[in-house]
């Protein structure tokens, strides 16, 4: 199965057991005995801005939190490259301009890896054909 990106929501609901649709539970299952499961570094900025601004407690602390699912077998660190940060600024409508998402959306394509997500707007945008996803 080839690597899929997980968005912030679905990294934190895996992380924390919570259910999860049965394709996406699927499909992360076949990828973590595949290419692997990545994880971007706009979603450890995004779980540092959930604990900071709205008090989600990760415990012991969101680097730990983090760290801890890194650690996982089969889950990886996704690279950053400027290339897709650059792209992020020319992806095709429609999608809003929510950055941390159209960083995701960008490396998702650059690694040709679906992203699995319950963002409406990056499911929408996946409908339209503008980036492969797999709704959680």
Known sequence: ????????????????????????????????????????????????????????????DPATWLRDFLDRDGVRLAPLAPEAAIAASFLPPPLHADPADRLLIA????????IVTRDRAILAYAKAGGVRAVGC
Not at 25 to 47: M, N, T
Not at 107 to 114: F, G, N, Q, V
């Open 107 to 114: 490396t998702s394509r650059a690694l040709d890896a679906p």
């Open 1 to 60: 199965m080839p690597a899929l990106l997980l968005d912030t929501c679905a990294i934190i609901f895996i992380a924390e057991g919570e259910p999860i649709e049965p394709k996406a539970r699927r499909a992360v299952l076949a990828a973590l005995l595949g290419e692997g499961v990545l994880v971007s570094p706009v979603s450890a900025l995004e779980i540092g801005m959930l604990a900071a601004r709205k008090g989600i407690a990760f415990r012991p």
